[in-house]
């Protein structure tokens, strides 16, 4: 029996160095070469809010808040529990995450981004008393009224 060379061992398995066996899935709305600088950001990051699959499902929740039809005011949610996951309920916490993408990927996600943001201003509500709030930020999406029926 003729022995089989290392290269068409590898050829049957391929494996990405960075990866692993599959291949990072493509981003909707975002180019391969964005998608491929969102994953890599992803799996190099060691912030407990990026993790792999965070932006996409970042993005899923942030179009999933502004897609009811109507012109009634939206209130975002506080999440209620702050696991990884869970904390993709506040839609605030969702948006925090695609702003803190890197630069390649942060310049084409704007574009996509900025009908989004309109959206959201638009429909939701700015906050009277939020000079009075313990904690600031400087992001605007935290400046809106919240639902916080969640906490009593």
Known sequence: M?????????????VSR???????FRIHGLSAGASLAVHQAEHLSDSFNIHPG???SALRRYRAFLHPPGRRPLYPRE??????WCS???VRHARDVLERLPERARAELGR???P?????????LPDPFVHRR???????????LVDRSEWG
């Open 54 to 56: 965070a932006t996409d």
């Open 79 to 84: 999440s209620f529990c702050s696991c990884t």
């Open 112 to 114: 996509l981004m900025r």
């Open 116 to 124: 989004m943001d309109a959206v959201f201003l638009r429909r939701t």
């Open 134 to 144: 313990q904690w600031r930020t400087g992001f605007w999406w935290y400046r809106r």
């Open 18 to 24: 960075v990866w692993g066996p599959t291949p990072p």
């Open 88 to 90: 993709f309920d506040d």
């Open 2 to 14: 003729p022995r089989r060379r290392p290269r068409a061992l590898r050829a049957e398995h391929p």
